[in-house]
């Protein structure tokens, strides 16, 4: 791993800086769990899409600066160092995007990623089912065959942004008579407002819809919006699931950020002793987090693939993740969960890590048997 960067990457990392102190709300936006709050961060979006600094890595062609995968990492350090707010347009962004890239058609790659870039549509994920949740290989939503395209039925839940997105992505089965639950899956896109589709949100601990339910009746999605080959599905979703749980959902920026700030509370708390190796504990995750992230993208730019090691990536950061922000809370004391800070949401939305992008009792048992080569265990 070669972390000596060009001096492209210093110029685009400067221009960020500059770019991010001049823009940066000075107000933080309101939660984007909420009407207004999802209204202001898609303005945002259009914001950042306006100088290019949406989608970095893409090309110019979709909305991005052709910056790369290294490019993005140091943009990620500067935007969550900045205190720039989250992200509404991520599930998009940062999971069907590089699906799109990698399987799409032009014609798909046109005219989805730029109204994408610039926050004019967001995207929902659909891929958990209420008797499907890690297993994904066992859902039962089906498209069926139509005249131009495909008519899809079933029940998805815990769809993330999905109470006000605008469109989603997610698996279904199109031959129920394969012979392995992984074949006869195709990969589809779908309109959240088309006829026979009901959002139903569901509220989160604080009672802000960061999911919702999708009920599918019979849904007609034309020829155009499926990704891949009908029937491949589960080798195309792979390439998703290896993009969430390995480089792009959570970058290393977010984390150094938040341990920084962590690190600051913890001097004006005046430096508690029974804190200091959970605050010390908080930085070398990060930073170690950092080093693994560069190391993976500069494998992948050399041309491997992203295999089962993104497994142990998502159990890491997920439960670094839940680490910073409990012991933000312990140190605030009682102020702190009754507050609605920054480490108050955050923490809430840390709960979720270990559960979503695969929940980590299946990630360890990829490890264990993919990584470690042992037998297979409950499944």
């Known amino acids: 791993m070669d972390l000596t960067f060009s001096p492209a990457d210093e110029e685009l990392r400067a221009e960020a800086r500059a770019w991010l102190a001049a823009h940066v709300p000075r107000v933080p936006l309101p939660s984007l769990e909420t009407a207004a709050g999802f209204a202001a961060h ?6 950042l899409a306006a100088d290019h600094w949406s989608v970095v890595s893409w090309p110019r062609r979709y909305g991005g600066r052709d910056a790369g995968l290294l490019g993005w990492l140091l943009f990620e350090e500067e935007y969550w160092a900045a205190g720039a707010p989250g992200r509404v347009g991520q599930n998009g962004t940062d999971l069907l995007a590089p699906t799109l890239l990698a399987h799409g058609t032009p014609e798909q790659c046109a005219r989805v990623l730029p109204p994408m870039a610039s926050g004019e549509v967001v995207w929902a994920q659909a891929w958990s089912e209420p008797e499907a949740g890690s297993d994904l290989a066992s859902l039962s939503s089906r498209a069926v065959r139509a005249d ?6 079933g029940q998805k839940t815990w769809s993330s942004r999905a109470a006000f997105a605008d469109r989603a992505f997610g698996l279904f089965r199109s031959d129920p008579g394969a012979e392995r639950p992984h074949q006869g899956l195709t990969y589809l896109m779908f309109d959240l407002r088309a006829r026979g589709v009901t959002v139903r949100p569901i509220g989160r601990l604080d009672g802000r819809p960061a999911f919702a339910e ?6 007609f ?16 979703a792979m390439s998703t699931a290896g993009n969430e749980r390995g480089l792009t959902l959570r970058s290393p ?9 962590l690190v600051a509370l913890w001097r004006a708390r005046g430096c508690p002793e029974h804190a200091r190796e959970r605050v010390a504990d908080a930085v070398i995750g990060a930073r ?3 080093l693994f992230t560069y190391a993976a993208a500069s494998r992948f730019l050399a041309g491997d693939r992203l295999g089962p090691e993104t497994s142990m ?10 680490a910073l922000h409990e012991t933000a809370l312990d140190l605030l004391g009682p102020e702190g969960e009754a507050a609605e800070g920054a480490w108050a949401q955050g923490y809430v939305f840390a709960l979720a890590g270990p559960v979503y992008a695969g929940t980590n009792e299946i990630q360890r048992d990829i490890i264990a048997e993919r990584l470690l080569g042992l037998p297979k265990g409950r499944r």
């Open 221 to 236: 999605v034309p020829d155009g919006d499926v990704i891949g080959e009908p029937g491949q599905g589960w080798r195309i």
């Open 288 to 290: 170690a987090y950092r």
């Open 313 to 322: 990536n998502k159990v890491f950061w997920s439960e670094l993740d839940l």
């Open 148 to 153: 131009g395209g495909w008519l899809l039925s």
């Open 214 to 219: 999708l009920f599918l009746d019979e849904v």
């Open 42 to 47: 898609r303005a945002w979006e259009a914001e």
């Open 253 to 261: 920026g977010r984390f150094l950020a938040a341990a920084h700030r």
